[in-house]
């Protein structure tokens, strides 16, 4: 009896070859795309190139239909809203740069999608993301590099659990990019020319303060001061939700020196500013810890540290700090240590583990 698998279709190119790819494994694949944005412009979204709205569904039923396998298109309004958008808005109102592909990931297209598929009589869930899962010797699963190191996404994954990657099948984490899109050219994919879709999928503008401001009228905090490290009052700010540690652009300041966002004070709506030294940072703490190739930390381990994810990665050591915390040290300072953001801990190309940062040390 064949094993059956649920693939999470997003009416592009990476998930279009992923089910194929298992189709020719012998697995008996069936398409879902996840309806996650509450309210769409279908000619914005195409614009875009949004990854799971009206036109999404549009292209995953075209390619289910050429592919000869059942389609499905799941509701997860709810679960979108709740564990992405809201996290999001409440992350850049005090202060923290959130990452929401990463919740997504965890709480949407794996949680929800899992626990679904598996009452379906599904065996295993499936996706186009650029990622390899493997068991290692010590029994752990874990996400390793793909192939293609350009397009790796397991940045994005570290906070995957255990049941939930040993129900998880990536065959596009075994190609390279061009490799795939060769292959849905060859067979004749409708979306083989689609491009990637870029950036956050439900802010389509890339305007994320106006996003925030139009989803959260009357609590999204107003103008302040920038100010030095140590008070100084240097001008007025449009709000906190404006800006990010590292930032340069935007910041409408005649300093006579390129100048950067250091730190963001929610407490007392200041945005901090330094000069370029002021941006590296030699130590991080990171909390929520997800564990991954490794079962804990017991004691201090070398590894090599990603603090976002367009990051080369930083060769570090971890050690634990209390029950749930690990402080990083780097070899060499870093630049722009973000609070709300991921840090992600590889050893040897796996996940060893991650969690979000809290600050700087």
């Given at each position: 009896?064949?094993?059956?698998?649920?693939?999470?279709?997003?009416?592009?190119?990476?998930?279009?070859?992923?089910?194929?790819?298992?189709?020719?494994q012998?697995?008996?694949?069936i398409g879902?795309?996840?309806?996650i944005?509450?309210?769409?412009?279908?000619?914005?979204?195409?614009?875009?190139?949004?990854?799971?709205?009206?036109?999404?569904?549009?292209?995953?039923?075209?390619?289910?239909?050429?592919?000869?396998?059942?389609?499905?298109?799941?509701?997860?309004?709810?679960?979108?809203?709740?564990k992405?958008?809201?996290?999001?808005?409440?992350?850049y109102?005090h202060?923290r740069?959130?990452?929401?592909?990463?919740?997504?990931?965890?709480y949407?297209?794996?949680?929800?999608?899992?626990?679904?598929?598996?009452?379906?009589?599904?065996?295993?869930?499936?996706?186009g993301?650029?990622?390899r899962?493997?068991?290692?010797?010590?029994?752990?699963y874990?996400v390793c590099?793909?192939?293609?190191?350009?397009?790796?996404?397991?940045?994005?994954?570290y906070?995957?659990?255990?049941?939930?990657?040993?129900?998880t099948?990536?065959?596009?984490?075994?190609?390279?990019?061009?490799?795939?899109?060769?292959?849905?050219?060859?067979?004749?994919?409708?979306?083989?020319?689609?491009?990637?879709?870029?950036?956050?999928?439900?802010?389509?503008d890339?305007?994320?303060?106006?996003?925030?401001?139009?989803?959260?009228?009357?609590?999204?905090?107003?103008?302040?001061n920038?100010?030095?490290?140590?008070?100084?009052?240097?001008?007025?700010h449009?709000?906190?939700?404006?800006?990010?540690?590292?930032?340069?652009?935007g910041?409408?300041?005649?300093?006579?020196?390129?100048?950067?966002?250091?730190?963001?004070?929610?407490?007392?709506?200041?945005?901090?500013?330094?000069?370029?030294?002021?941006?590296?940072?030699?130590?991080?703490?990171?909390?929520?810890?997800?564990?991954?190739?490794?079962?804990?930390?017991?004691?201090?381990?070398?590894?090599?540290?990603?603090?976002?994810?367009?990051?080369?990665?930083?060769?570090?050591?971890?050690?634990?700090?209390?029950a749930?915390r690990?402080?990083?040290?780097?070899?060499?300072?870093?630049r722009?240590v973000?609070?709300?953001?991921a840090?992600?801990?590889?050893?040897d190309?796996?996940?060893?583990?991650?969690?979000?940062?809290?600050?700087?040390?």
């Amino acid at each position: 009896m064949k094993e059956k698998v649920v693939v999470g279709m997003s009416g592009g190119v990476d998930s279009s070859v992923a089910a194929y790819l298992l189709k020719e494994q012998g697995y008996e694949v069936i398409g879902v795309t996840m309806q996650i944005w509450q309210e769409e412009d279908r000619a914005e979204t195409e614009e875009n190139g949004g990854c799971c709205g009206l036109s999404a569904v549009e292209d995953a039923r075209r390619v289910a239909q050429f592919l000869g396998i059942p389609y499905y298109v799941m509701n997860f309004r709810r679960e979108f809203r709740e564990k992405v958008i809201d996290y999001f808005i409440d992350e850049y109102m005090h202060g923290r740069t959130p990452n929401p592909c990463i919740a997504c990931n965890r709480y949407v297209k794996w949680e929800s999608l899992l626990h679904r598929s598996l009452a379906i009589g599904a065996d295993y869930i499936a996706t186009g993301h650029y990622a390899r899962v493997e068991r290692l010797a010590n029994g752990r699963y874990a996400v390793c590099r793909s192939v293609s190191e350009a397009k790796d996404q397991t940045y994005a994954l570290y906070n995957l659990t255990q049941e939930q990657l040993a129900r998880t099948l990536m065959p596009a984490g075994n190609y390279e990019k061009e490799e795939i899109r060769g292959i849905a050219q060859m067979l004749g994919l409708p979306v083989a020319h689609k491009p990637d879709s870029q950036e956050i999928c439900f802010i389509p503008d890339h305007d994320y303060a106006g996003f925030i401001e139009r989803e959260a009228p009357g609590r999204v905090p107003g103008p302040g001061n920038f100010v030095t490290a140590s008070g100084e009052v240097l001008g007025r700010h449009k709000g906190i939700t404006h800006y990010t540690v590292g930032q340069r652009k935007g910041l409408d300041l005649a300093m006579g020196y390129p100048v950067f966002v250091t730190q963001i004070r929610p407490e007392t709506n200041e945005v901090v500013i330094g000069g370029g030294e002021d941006v590296f940072s030699s130590e991080l703490l990171c909390g929520n810890i997800n564990y991954m190739a490794m079962e804990g930390l017991e004691k201090p381990r070398k590894a090599v540290a990603k603090i976002r994810y367009g990051h080369k990665g930083a060769c570090c050591h971890i050690e634990k700090e209390g029950a749930d915390r690990i402080r990083c040290i780097f070899d060499e300072p870093v630049r722009a240590v973000t609070p709300g953001q991921a840090v992600v801990f590889y050893e040897d190309g796996y996940v060893l583990g991650g969690g979000t940062i809290l600050g700087r040390v």
